[in-house]
Nanobody, 122 residues
Framework: QVRLVESGGGSVQAGGSLRLSCAASGLVGRRYCLGWFRQAPGKEREGVAR????????WHADSVKGRFTISQDNAKNMLYLQMNSLKPEDTAVYYC???????????????RGQGTQVTVSA
């Protein structure tokens, strides 16, 4: 059974940085697509970044490209999202997600964590 637990959220001023972490269990021995999506109040869920657990190939949404970076540490079963140059519009609950089927959208991934709040003030 896959279990994902996020940490690292918080409050930061615009221009600041945060690193989100996701501790994963139950992913051993097979390829997964891993990713982050976010949901702001009153808005639809938005895929932020994803990567292949075997090849480490990655994708980032245009809205975060050049500012956010997804990475993994296979030895520690950790997934990260480094967020730099944060903007108020990045304020949302951020979720870690995983799925061996690798559906086209991150919000379709069948395992997700409980989320961590990121608040960026102007």
């Amino acid at each position: 059974q896959v279990r994902l637990v996020e940490s690292g959220g918080g409050s930061v001023q615009a221009g600041g940085s945060l690193r989100l972490s996701c501790a994963a269990s139950g992913l051993v021995g097979r390829r997964y697509c891993l990713g982050w999506f976010r949901q702001a109040p009153g808005k639809e869920r938005e895929g932020v970044a994803r990567m292949d657990s075997f090849s480490s190939s990655s994708w980032h949404a245009d809205s975060v490209k050049g500012r956010f970076t997804i990475s993994q540490d296979n030895a520690k079963n950790m997934l990260y999202l480094q967020m730099n140059s944060l903007k108020p519009e990045d304020t949302a609950v951020y979720y870690c997600a995983a799925d061996p089927r690798c559906p086209p959208k991150i919000v379709q991934f069948n395992s997700r964590g409980q989320g961590t709040q990121v608040t960026v003030s102007a």
